[in-house]
């Protein structure tokens, strides 16, 4: 069928010509190009094992003891880790600055703590902003949505951008994932090594804090329990920085702290700090330095131990995988739960186990992690289980377990100013709770990084009511004359720190006396 | 007794209050108290001064003093006195003098305080429950003082108002700057003193009685106390009013026959109580006990001490050295202006332009060439159309002393009052005050500004500029406004006049770190700043520091200043605020190193110009004016009126509305409506609605809402064909094993009965859902899932729709503040329990807490809800059951058990546990109820995306724009979005919603093609590209719809976000990355909440609009050159062909005359894949040239059409390396044809 009058014509060359004439026409009649550059967010995270030599690694945001022991152990196993100070208001005011509006503050803290401590390395140091970016890196955990605090790295991002830091690596390790993240030639191993050094110093800063909590309150010479915190900081330090086994620093430890001189009959109402994790875990600007001020105004600070938090992440993946084997799935699905159940129980099992022999060494006597299950069980009714974010349902749980056990004369919830779990739905929920318990007294307040008066104000207010709780449990447990015989007898037997009364009440004072009644020093009313 | 006197001290806010006591009796023998006006160091020792005079015998060592208050923090230690907390003084001075009181409101300069005392059923103690107000809701009487100097009521007046529940209208008392807003609003619309004032306290009480109570009930006696309480007869009536209404709302009893008045007291000397309790609570408190150390320590202290305890931290002043600021101030000096001067007897032909501001009016002459006559401005005294009557006057005034006469060619308005006037004086513009302050900068600072700034005193508004057009904006929200007015205020309270501020700011060598942000936080700083010490050089120096900060950082949020241009120009009244100058030339130069920043020569004015340049161009146009004239003008008589006939009852809300009557001296009326909530209170009479109505129906026809749709469609029931699916429920059933179905067979045999009892039981069963959250994505799965177990559709209730009634009426039960659209869901449930229950009886509310949500993108790294609206069930489940079980009450049960819609096994289950028992569920027909339901949810997104699909195409068809929401799917709510959409869907744009946007990956390809080629993403509904910590999934989505705008030319984005919404607030920087690379038409409201900012709003839309019109005009031009382009290559295209076809000519033209072009099919795949050829491969086929028509068959030699297909940009590689075979053959019509 080809016809006979069959021509040729190179067709490229036409449109070629026509391409470059509409080009040029589109250039006169001021027409833009089509195509737009379409923004991408480059998330640059790249960190290889060659790099690791000359890189700084940058990290933060638990208490200071903590900061300073992860750094100890990472530098242990060969990395340059870097705790950053504990972000204060300047930090927060260059998050703001950088950061998105309508952030919670924890953000605009430790995201403007991060980028105020790289533009002082610029600025101040002199570093350049190439030297900056290839030669420090930031690492946190990531994975903890729902809440902002999951979307922490996009802020990161964004300020580090916007603050001129365009390329600056923030690598994440997954807080719900396994222990073996990354790949061989990743310049951070997130392997079993590594989270075993984490866990280990979150454990050692728990221990710490916990003592440090319990006997500052009584210290009967002003200043007697931080220099002695210092020198089992150095001791622990040391030990880590060696990657060596600390409990022989930890039992040297036990031994300075009991040498300070305490007094555990005065009576101070025991404040419970719960909250949002960052606001109550902080102890600078980012909750007004909460802590020291409860101890200025005469409270003794229940802290919570950042295991807990730990532990509550491994009870949230064992729920949702009990859940499923609830259901019907493939059997490949059931071993594999299974599998993960199983391994959660191994992980649980060693941080309690670590746990435990660590307050043992340090002298931390009496004290008892929360349990999860019982934890969720109590506090159901009013907080689903399966919600999550934040601190779930464990806000409610501890304010429950708070009365059932009288564990404290004050419940304060501290978190941030519009906080989503914990402003947004457990302070709802509390309001019914505290209907239930009315001998719950419990104050929730909002950080917000100014108006501190305020804040101190409303603590004040709740403090009132706690001191006449405390004074109403020392009432209820001995004659004065009693009280003066205990005095006297710890006074001459120099009970040490490690010396801890079993728990009746929410007041050690009161605590202190029942345990000399038991050793029948004295009697009873 | 050792101790002689107790001396109690109570350092407010904005007073000193002192007394003593004598310690045998407790009874307070002395008192006084001042006014601090910001002093109160210097008060209190004058207060003290004023105690030792009295009683000359005091010794220091026998006095014990206690102190209480917000500013007695410095002062403890100085004075030596005790300190106790001022709620817990106040509660003890209470428990003492009023033994029988429950329950006390305190309101004070700053904060807000409840206490209730309760006794506790199980051991009989009175307990004590405080409450103050949050941050967020500060500044109570600071505000209503305020607000009565906006109002302009003199001090008598006011303590003899009465309040009239009947004249209400809307004010947001959530915080002090809201309200004020509203209350300029309100001035600027007309709106009596009186009513104002009412207006707020019964605001400030709802507020108090809904937020601070933390849904406590008020039981009597109640106490009114703190200054406003104390004053203001008007705000005691309205708590009287307004407490026993939530008493019998709650079924509360008071005490029978007792009024009102003799159950909510004001007591005598209620100003002393905080000091008196400090004094009984320090007497019995040992660690509250100190040396007094009397009035010398103090005196020291004012003296030398203060200055020493400053905190280090503070900024330095405003300037380094001293020939700085004499060069800024050189450069930035106002420049003077004389009006202009005629000889007597000229007629001045001049265009008014009149900007009726939030404080003060201006007004402005120009000449017919635009050049600036004569200027005036007052502040505003209250009602808009008198500032305008005076103002005129001023400028007929400046003629008539000239022995000129003035001739009006034309009258343009702007600011909050143009809408008054444009109905009063029929001004020839009515002009929105963004584009007259642009018109105005471009006129006095040239066509290539950059960026304007306007400051004034409510609002900051931003505006960059892209060849002298508004390129984008922004506004200060509620949240950062205000600033301007602070700054007056601020200068007001230390009797500084406004105009010696910059002169005072400069003298300061430090100044304190104020947090930026809201203007009434910035006030609570100040007050700290000033207990610290600071002076009010200090004070004033840091305040100008921080106010770019407020414009750049929280207004604009774009760190990267240089990327704005580099000729900034400010404007606005507060710019002759030297300092406020300074600060902001520094902050732009710091980041912006070459940037030009000009102050506009007649910043005040500068809205008032651009009016009167508006008006000028528009009377030109048109040729005449429609103004009624500057006599008629000052003549005007005007009155209004609120009563029961001017409330319009067109809707349920009732709004009480104004009418503003002004009469012209030729007796003609106009009437201008104020106070309405909705369309509807526009108009008058049945008629004029019904038309309204019409109107509104050809609108809805014409531009259709996607969003308005969706927000019915979702709770609507399906056509039954659609849900009830029963072959598909057989054939489950068929699947079935065979051992099952035969234990169902025999099941059923056995439970006939029983089971046509359990049908019958399900048919009654009432359920109640709220209208709320993520139901506005579910509630086709839940009501199909209902209707699928045998519930009758009308037996399944959905809430109505926010409104503001409704938000009124439930949301009173709360005990705290998240977001609107989280709290709203109180009054929902309250909507279900106590309007549908009442109407016919609900069995069970359900609202379940739902944790995870499905979602049609991918690649995500989880897919949650936010914890917020997963746990708002719990919240309202606290709320309803805390003080009394009102779902027990009222016989319904509750559930809340929580959801997992992305596992569809495991909400199977959770569906079984929560519907098991009540409705008797086998799991069978569970699985078959959920398929159901799955299936609705599918038929709805398909509907939905059918529509969306239509209007886009459509846009595309006519080259039109659309607007697409970016908003959570409750956004949806017309209560939450407050009708915005409506506003731009009345100015013919059709909206869409981002469930509406076609989820097809063909239809996508087109826009997301490129991104999967490179690697970027994985398919169409992937964002890993711009937000890898994709969790939320609404804000997924967001972040995914505002991609697809950014890649469609005609969409256009409104992007709507709650206050406080956390999972919102990362995607903000995402998505204004992503829309401003594009350069998408972008408009937000970040702060959406409770109140509606009819202001606000207002502007911004006009704004907008503004901006969509420009955009508008962008397409018609980009089409008319594009089609000019396509003109000129198809001549040029035609022009090669035939050059190459001219070779053949001969041949051709003998053979077949009658010649037209075809392309070989395959050929046309080639292009069609490939991008840059796609557009000539259109143009060549519809028409090349019908005198030159000639059949090219185009033949290709080893053309792979697939791997084309694959990767077009390698086959153009491939094409150029293969010259020699890209040939094509040219053939003769007839025998192609043959082929």
């Known amino acids: 069928m080809k016809s006979n009058n069959v021509f040729k014509i190179d067709f490229d060359v036409v449109e070629n010509k026509i391409r470059a004439y509409e080009k040029e026409q589109a250039e006169l009649l001021n027409i833009e190009p089509g195509q737009t550059n379409h923004w991408v967010d480059k998330n640059p995270t790249d960190f290889r094992r060659h790099q690791r030599e000359n890189t700084t690694i940058l990290f933060g945001g638990l208490t200071l003891m903590q900061d300073v022991f992860i750094q100890a152990a990472s530098n242990g196993l060969g990395y340059k880790f870097i705790a950053l100070d504990c972000p204060d208001n300047a930090a927060m005011q260059v998050g703001k600055e950088f950061g998105n509006r309508g952030q919670c503050n924890p ?158 009959l005065q009576v101070k109402p025991k404040v419970s700090v719960i909250g949002e994790f960052w606001a109550m875990t902080t102890e600078g600007d980012g909750n007004y330095k909460l802590q020291a001020f409860l101890e200025q105004e005469g409270a003794e600070v229940d802290i919570q131990p950042v295991t807990n938090w730990t532990l509550y992440i491994i009870w949230a993946v064992m729920y949702d995988a009990r859940q499923q084997l609830k259901l019907k799935n493939k059997w490949t699905t059931r071993l594999r739960l299974y599998k993960k159940l199983l391994l959660l129980r191994f992980a649980r099992t060693i941080m309690l186990m670590w746990f435990n022999r660590y307050a043992k060494a340090i002298g931390l006597n009496d004290y008892h992690l929360a349990d999860m299950d019982e934890l969720a069980k109590d506090s159901h009714e009013f907080y689903d289980n399966e919600l999550r974010g934040g601190e779930g349902h464990m806000e409610v749980g501890k304010l429950i377990q708070s009365v059932k056990y009288s564990k404290s004369h004050l419940v304060l919830s501290v978190k941030p100013f519009g906080c989503m779990p914990s402003s947004g739905v457990s302070d709802g929920v509390q309001a019914l709770v505290t209907g239930k318990f009315p001998e719950a007294h419990f104050l929730a307040i909002e950080t917000s990084g100014d108006g501190a008066v305020n804040v101190y104000s409303r603590i004040q207010m709740a403090l009132f009511k706690a001191r006449e709780k405390a004074q109403k449990d020392m009432d209820q447990v001995l004659s004065t004359e009693s009280v003066e015989r205990v005095a006297e007898y710890i006074t001459t037997q120099k009970l040490p720190a490690s010396w801890y009364p079993k728990h009746r009440c929410a007041l050690t004072a009161a605590n202190t006396v029942y345990a000399m009644r038991d050793q029948g020093l004295v009697s009873s009313h | 007794m050792n101790t002689s006197r107790f001396i109690g001290i109570d350092v407010g806010s904005t007073t000193v209050k002192c007394v003593v006591v004598d310690p045998d009796e407790m009874k307070i023998i002395w008192s006084r108290y001042e006014r601090h006006e910001t002093r109160q160091a210097e008060k209190l020792l004058e207060l003290l001064t004023d105690i030792h005079q009295t009683y000359p015998d005091l010794k220091t060592n026998k006095v014990k003093a206690y102190i209480t208050g917000s500013g007695a923090g410095p002062l403890i230690d100085v004075v030596g006195a005790g300190f106790v907390q001022e709620v817990n003084a106040v509660a003890l001075a209470v428990e003492s003098l009023h033994p029988d009181v429950n329950s006390i409101i305190e309101l004070g300069g700053q904060d807000a305080k409840i206490i209730l005392f309760k006794e506790n059923k199980d051991s009989g103690e009175r307990q004590i429950i405080t409450s103050m107000n949050d941050k967020c809701a500060s500044g109570t009487g600071a505000t209503i003082d305020k607000c009565v100097l906006k109002v302009g009521i003199n001090r008598d007046k006011l303590t003899t108002l009465d309040f009239d529940a009947k004249k209400i209208h809307h004010v947001a008392a959530k915080c002090g700057v809201f309200a004020e807003t509203d209350i300029v609003n309100l001035i600027k619309s007309g709106i009596p003193a009186s009513e104002v004032l009412c207006s707020l306290a019964d605001a400030i009480v709802m507020q108090n009685l809904s937020v601070l109570t933390r849904g406590n009930t008020l039981t009597e006696k109640v106490l009114l106390l703190g200054g406003p309480n104390t004053y203001l007869p008007f705000l005691q009536q309205c708590w009287q009013q307004r407490i026993p209404e939530t008493w019998r709302e709650r079924g509360y009893q ?329 600060a902001q030339v520094d902050y732009i130069k710091e980041r912006v190193p070459d940037a030009e920043v000009i102050v506009h020569p007649h910043c005040g004015e500068a809205g008032a110009m651009g009016a009167a340049v508006e008006a000028r161009r528009v009377v030109e146009q048109r040729g005449y004016s429609t103004f009624i004239g500057i006599d008629e003008t000052i003549n005007l008589k005007v009155s209004s009126r609120t009563d029961e006939e001017t409330r319009c009852n067109f809707c349920e809300n009732n709004c009480s509305r104004t009418f503003i009557d002004t009469e012209s001296p030729d007796g003609e009326i106009s009437r201008y409506i104020a106070g309405f909530s909705c ?94 959250l993520n139901h506005y994505t579910n509630a086709p799965f839940m009501r199909a899932y209902l209707e699928g177990l045998g519930l009758l559709s009308n037996n399944i209730v959905f809430s109505d729709q926010t409104s503001e009634e409704m938000w009124l009426e439930g949301g009173k039960y709360g005990s705290i503040d998240p977001c609107y659209p989280a709290k709203v869901s109180l009054a929902h449930v309250h909507h279900l329990l106590y309007k549908k229950h009442k109407r016919k009886a609900l069995d069970v509310i359900w609202f379940p807490c739902i944790t995870k949500i499905q979602s049609f993108t991918s690649e995500m790294v989880a897919s949650t809800s936010c914890p917020v609206v997963a746990g708002t069930p719990k919240v309202v489940n606290a709320a309803f059951t805390k003080e009394k079980n009102f779902f027990k009450e009222n016989d319904i049960a509750y559930y809340d058990r929580a959801l997992d819609f992305t596992d569809r096994k495991l909400l199977e289950k959770q569906l079984s546990e929560t519907w098991g028992d009540i409705l008797q569920l086998d799991k069978d027909e569970n699985i078959m109820a959920c398929e159901n339901a799955w299936l609705a949810m599918e038929t709805v997104d398909l509907d939905l995306q059918r529509r969306g699909l239509e209007v886009l195409t459509q846009a595309e068809k006519n080259n039109t724009v659309v607007l697409l929401m970016l908003g959570r799917p409750y956004h949806n709510d017309p209560g939450l979005n407050h009708e915005i959409l409506e506003e731009f869907q009345s100015l013919g744009y059709p909206v869409i919603s981002i469930r509406s946007i076609p989820k097809d990956s063909g239809y996508l390809s087109r826009f997301f093609k490129d991104d999967i080629e490179k690697g970027l993403i994985k398919d169409a509904f992937d964002i890993a590209d711009v937000w890898p910590e994709n969790y939320s999934v609404n804000s997924v989505q967001k972040v995914w719809a505002a991609k697809f705008a950014a890649r469609h030319p005609n969409v256009a984005v409104l992007d709507l976000s709650s206050f406080k919404c956390g999972h919102d607030a990362p995607s903000y920087g995402i998505i ?164």
């Not at chain 2, 700290?528 to 004033?540: T, Y």
């Not at chain 2, 059923?748 to 089971?755: L, M, P, Y």
């Open chain 1, 107 to 264: 953000t605009y803290f430790t995201v403007g703590n991060l980028v105020k401590y790289l533009i002082e390395l610029r600025d101040k140091q002199g570093l350049s902003t190439r030297e900056i970016i290839d030669n420090y890196i930031f690492t946190t955990a990531g994975a903890c949505g729902p809440c902002r605090f999951g979307l922490y790295v996009t802020e990161y991002r964004k300020a580090l951008r916007d603050a001129g830091f365009e390329g600056f690596r923030v690598v994440l390790f997954d807080s719900d994932g396994d222990l073996n993240q990354g790949g061989p030639e990743m310049g951070l191993d997130y392997n079993v090594s590594f989270f075993r050094g984490m866990f280990k110093a979150i454990i050692l800063g728990d221990v710490i804090n916990l003592m440090a909590y319990r006997m500052r309150p009584y210290e009967e010479n002003k200043g007697d329990v931080n220099r002695a915190l210092e020198k089992c900081r150095q001791l622990i330090v040391a030990k880590l920085l060696s990657n060596k086994n600390v409990i022989p620093a930890l039992h040297e430890s036990k031994k300075i702290l009991d040498a300070v001189p305490l007094n555990r």
């Open chain 2, 254 to 582: 008071a005490a029978e026959g007792v009024n009102p008045e003799d159950l909510i007291i004001v007591p005598d000397n209620a100003e002393y109580y905080a000091a008196f309790g400090s004094v009984v609570f320090g007497s019995a408190e040992l660690s509250a006990d100190k040396t007094y150390k009397g009035v010398d320590s103090l005196a020291e202290f004012i003296k030398n001490g203060r200055k020493s305890e400053l905190n280090a931290g503070a900024d330095q002043g405003l300037h380094k050295e001293i020939a700085e600021l004499d060069a800024f101030k050189e450069n930035y000096k106002t420049p003077l202006f004389k009006p202009r001067q005629y000889p007597a007897g000229s007629v001045i032909k001049a265009y008014i332009g009149l900007d009726g501001g939030s404080t003060s009016s201006k007004a402005v002459l120009i000449d017919e060439q635009g050049e600036l006559i004569c200027k005036q401005y007052q502040l505003s005294k209250g009602n808009p159309i008198e500032d305008t009557k005076e103002l005129l006057a001023a400028l007929k005034n400046y003629a008539l002393e000239q022995n000129c006469q003035l001739q009006v060619l034309g009258f343009g308005a702007t600011g909050y009052a143009a809408d008054v006037l444009e109905k009063s004086t029929r001004c020839d513009v009515n002009v929105v005050e963004t584009v007259a302050h642009m018109m105005s900068a471009k006129i006095s600072c040239g066509d290539d500004v950059d960026v304007i700034c306007d400051i004034g005193g409510q609002d900051i508004k931003v505006l960059f500029l892209q060849h002298g057009q508004i390129k984008n904006f922004r506004l200060s929200n509620q949240c950062s406004a205000g600033n301007g007015m602070l700054l007056q205020s601020m200068a007001d309270q230390f009797g500084v006049k406004v105009e010696e501020f910059s002169a005072v700011a400069f003298s300061a060598e430090l100044s304190p770190k104020f947090s930026y942000g809201c203007a009434v936080f910035l006030d609570t700083d100040r007050v700290n700043f000033q207990k610290e010490g600071f002076s009010k050089e200090e004070l004033f120096a840091g305040l100008a520091r921080v106010l770019p900060k407020n414009v750049w950082q929280y207004v604009v949020q774009i760190p990267r200043m240089s990327e704005l241009g580099r000729k900034f120009v400010l404007q606005g009244g507060t710019q002759y605020n030297l300092a406020a100058v300074k």
């Open chain 2, 1072 to 1235: 204004d990355q992503i829309i401003s690379s594009s350069k998408t038409p972008y408009m937000a409201m970040h702060d959406i909440d409770a109140n509606k900012p009819g202001g606000s709003i207002k502007i911004r839309v006009k704004t907008y609009a503004y901006t969509l019109e420009r955009y508008q005009e962008l397409l018609n031009e980009r089409l008319k050159q594009t089609n000019e382009l396509e003109k000129r290559v198809k001549k040029k295209r035609i022009e090669l062909l035939q050059q190459h076809i001219k070779n053949f000519d001969d041949v051709l033209m003998s053979e077949d005359s009658n010649k037209w072009i075809k392309i070989d099919e395959q050929y046309q795949r080639y292009l069609q894949e490939s991008a840059d050829k796609r557009d000539l491969i259109q143009k060549k086929v519809v028409d090349i040239n019908a005198r030159d028509e000639v059949e090219v068959e185009f033949k290709r030699k080893d053309f792979n059409i697939e791997k084309e297909n694959n990767q077009s940009a390698l086959l153009g590689q491939q094409l150029a390396g293969s010259q020699t075979d890209n040939s094509v053959e040219v053939k003769k019509g007839a025998n192609a044809n043959e082929k």
């Open chain 2, 679 to 772: 369309e509807k209170g526009t108009v008058e009479s049945k008629e004029a609605v019904v038309t309204l109505n019409q109107k509104r129906k050809q609108l809805k026809a014409e531009f259709p809402n996607l969003v308005d749709y969706e927000a019915n469609r979702v709770f609507r029931r399906l056509p039954a064909d659609k849900v009830s699916n029963d072959k598909k429920c057989k054939q489950d059933v068929m699947s079935m094993s065979l051992m099952k179905t035969m234990l169902a067979v025999i099941g059923g045999t056995k439970h006939k009965a029983q089971k046509e009892q359990i049908r019958l039981m399900r048919k009654k069963v009432r359920v109640g859902i709220p209208r709320v």
